[in-house]
């Protein structure tokens, strides 16, 4: 669980690093931020278990490894081309659903339980987050926006499960097919690679500590708990992310950011002290 939180609160930077860019070209930001992710990743094998047995990782993951690969590729990629037809806003509601689809999955294909707890707490977060981003929502939402949004939660959801079901396997080798994918494809779609050096800086916080260090901790914590129980602590991302903008950057949340953050705080906490009431007794 700290696991999950931990990857959850670097990603909920995401947001602030962004602001800090003059890159005009998301392909751009998009092929750097992977490129760094990779590295850092590659290296953090390479460090932890040496060459030969990274090797050896990769060449274990088999088709659950490809799947997560594709998970992570797709979401990155699916979600630069949602921004083109709809708002942040409309994507992140959407994603709200993230919990209940791998909640849903885990149990379909592999009958994982999921408490009447948990689903609750679901709920919860769901409705929390619709309170954070019922200012901001706005009518341009076109069935393309939607469907990617849709699919970009529907993969990230069945990246934990598959994580959490082959929690036998070494998954950062998949994470980090995934992210060279992405890099490949913007490599083919970017308009520019020239960065300033203060761009860079950032692009490498942005890539090698924001993205690889939360699917580090991502992927060593979906392996110990429940694929719903995950996902749900995972969306304090969307939760977290404005109040580093708004700390860093002073972009003031709305009232009802703040209400439908305290929500799914509320909940999420609550999940967790229950879980470790549980483990307790």
Same mark, same amino acid.
């Given at each position: 669980?700290?696991?999950?939180?931990?990857?959850?609160?670097?990603?909920?930077?995401?947001?602030?690093?962004?602001?800090?860019?003059?890159?005009?070209?998301?392909?751009?930001?998009?092929?750097?931020?992977?490129?760094?992710?990779?590295?850092?990743?590659?290296?953090?094998?390479?460090?932890?278990?040496?060459?030969?047995?990274?090797?050896?990782?990769?060449?274990?993951?088999?088709?659950?490894?490809?799947?997560?690969?594709?998970?992570?590729?797709?979401?990155?990629?699916?979600?630069?081309?949602?921004?083109?037809?709809?708002?942040?806003?409309?994507?992140?509601?959407?994603?709200?659903?993230?919990?209940?689809?791998?909640?849903?999955?885990?149990?379909?294909?592999?009958?994982?339980?999921?408490?009447?707890?948990?689903?609750?707490?679901?709920?919860?977060?769901?409705?929390?987050?619709?309170?954070?981003?019922?200012?901001?929502?706005?009518?341009?939402?076109?069935?393309?926006?939607?469907?990617?949004?849709?699919?970009?939660?529907?993969?990230?959801?069945?990246?934990?499960?598959?994580?959490?079901?082959?929690?036998?396997?070494?998954?950062?080798?998949?994470?980090?097919?995934?992210?060279?994918?992405?890099?490949?494809?913007?490599?083919?779609?970017?308009?520019?690679?020239?960065?300033?050096?203060?761009?860079?800086?950032?692009?490498?916080?942005?890539?090698?500590?924001?993205?690889?260090?939360?699917?580090?901790?991502?992927?060593?914590?979906?392996?110990?708990?429940?694929?719903?129980?995950?996902?749900?602590?995972?969306?304090? #991302?969307?939760?977290?992310?404005?109040?580093?903008?708004?700390?860093?950057?002073? #972009?003031?949340?709305?009232?009802?950011?703040?209400?439908?953050?305290?929500?799914?705080?509320?909940?999420?906490?609550?999940?967790?002290?229950?879980?470790?009431?549980?483990?307790?007794?």
């Amino acid at each position: 669980m700290a696991l999950i939180l931990g990857s959850a609160l670097i990603w909920s930077f995401g947001g602030a690093l962004a602001r800090f860019l003059s890159v005009a070209d998301p392909w751009t930001v998009i092929f750097w931020r992977s490129a760094w992710a990779a590295a850092f990743l590659i290296g953090y094998m390479l460090r932890r278990d040496g060459v030969r047995l990274t090797v050896v990782h990769f060449g274990k993951m088999g088709l659950p490894g490809l799947g997560v690969s594709l998970c992570f590729a797709t979401a990155s990629m699916a979600f630069v081309v949602a921004l083109q037809y709809t708002s942040v806003a409309n994507i992140l509601l959407v994603q709200a659903g993230g919990p209940l689809i791998a909640a849903s999955l885990a149990w379909l294909l592999f009958r994982e339980k999921v408490t009447t707890g948990t689903w609750i707490a679901i709920a919860t977060v769901i409705f929390g987050i619709a309170v954070m981003e019922s200012e901001s929502l706005d009518g341009n939402i076109s069935p393309i926006g939607g469907a990617l949004s849709l699919a970009i939660s529907l993969v990230f959801a069945v990246a934990t499960v598959i994580t959490r079901r082959f929690s036998h396997l070494e998954m950062v080798p998949a994470v980090t097919l995934g992210v060279l994918i992405a890099c490949v494809v913007a490599a083919f779609k970017a308009k520019s690679f020239d960065v300033s050096a203060i761009d860079m800086v950032v692009l490498i916080a942005f890539g090698a500590v924001n993205l690889g260090g939360g699917l580090a901790l991502f992927i060593a914590g979906a392996k110990r708990i429940p694929a719903s129980v995950a996902s749900l602590i995972g969306t304090a #991302e969307p939760v977290l992310g404005p109040i580093w903008v708004w700390l860093i950057h002073n #972009e003031t949340p709305t009232l009802m950011t703040l209400i439908g953050g305290l929500i799914v705080l509320a909940a999420l906490i609550g999940h967790s002290l229950g879980q470790l009431r549980a483990r307790r007794a």
